[in-house]
Structure formats: C-alpha cells, structure tokens
C-alpha cells in the first residue's frame, strides 16, 4: 500500500493475512482535522490475561513472543514497549517466588527454544538487575 492510503475493511483483511496487526497512521485527516482513533485493537495483549500460575503466564508470554518475532521476519518494525509488556508481568509474577525462575528449563521445547530462550535471557537478565 502507498503511504496515506485510506485502509478500507477488505485493506485491513489484506493485511491481517499477511500477519500484519500494526501500521502507522497519519495524525491528521484528509480534511486537515485531528484523527482520533474510536478504538486501539492490540491482538498480543488481549491474550495476555492475568494468571495466577507463574507456568501459565511464561508460556503465554513466549507464544506471545513467538508472534512477534514472526511478524518481525515479515518485515514489522521491532516494538520494544510491546516486549516491555510481555516481560514486566511475568517478572513480577517471577520476583513473587524466584525458584520459579531455577525451572525455566523444565518448560522449554526443541521447536520453540529460541522463543524460550529469549524470554527466559529477558527474566534471568532482570531478575540479576533487580
């Protein structure tokens, strides 16, 4: 698409089956007046529920991850605020009991492991910060 094409639902169905959940959009309309957008959908954050499991909530997050490093390989910009919110819950849920974090290994798996690896590295990474 070019730049300041006006995205109609079948553009937006376009995008979405080529894994594309984010564009940039101009601030103001075609009539010069402020755009005020009537909702932000966020499609990684709404999977991302409160959990009472530290186990729940890691492998949610990795899957999560797992979606945007794809969507990164497809050309998508690298948000790091989005990582941000992906590690800092599973990091206060981790500091809650640290041995959690001794078991990362336990829930790893051949096929994600560089998933895994990266979100496991974000929770070692803060917790020696912390």
């Not at 698409?1 to 995205?7: A, F, G, H, S, V």
């Not at 940039?24 to 959908?41: A, C, H, M, Q, W």
């Not at 890691?58 to 989005?82: I, P």
């Amino acid at each position: 698409m070019y730049e300041k094409t006006i995205l109609t639902k079948g553009l937006i169905e376009a995008l979405q089956a080529f894994l594309i959940h984010e564009v940039s959009v101009e601030k103001t309309l075609i009539d010069g007046k402020k755009f005020l957008p009537k909702e932000v959908i966020n499609p990684y954050l709404g999977e991302m529920e409160e959990s009472s499991d530290f186990m729940d909530l890691y492998l949610e997050s990795v899957q999560t991850y797992k979606r945007l490093f794809k969507n990164w390989q497809a050309g998508s910009k690298v948000d790091v605020a989005m990582i941000r919110l992906i590690l800092v819950p599973l990091m206060d849920k981790a500091l809650e009991e640290p041995g959690n974090i001794l078991m990362l290994h336990h829930y790893c798996n051949k096929e994600d492991y560089v998933y895994h690896h990266a979100i496991s590295i974000g929770l070692i990474g803060g917790y020696i910060e912390y």
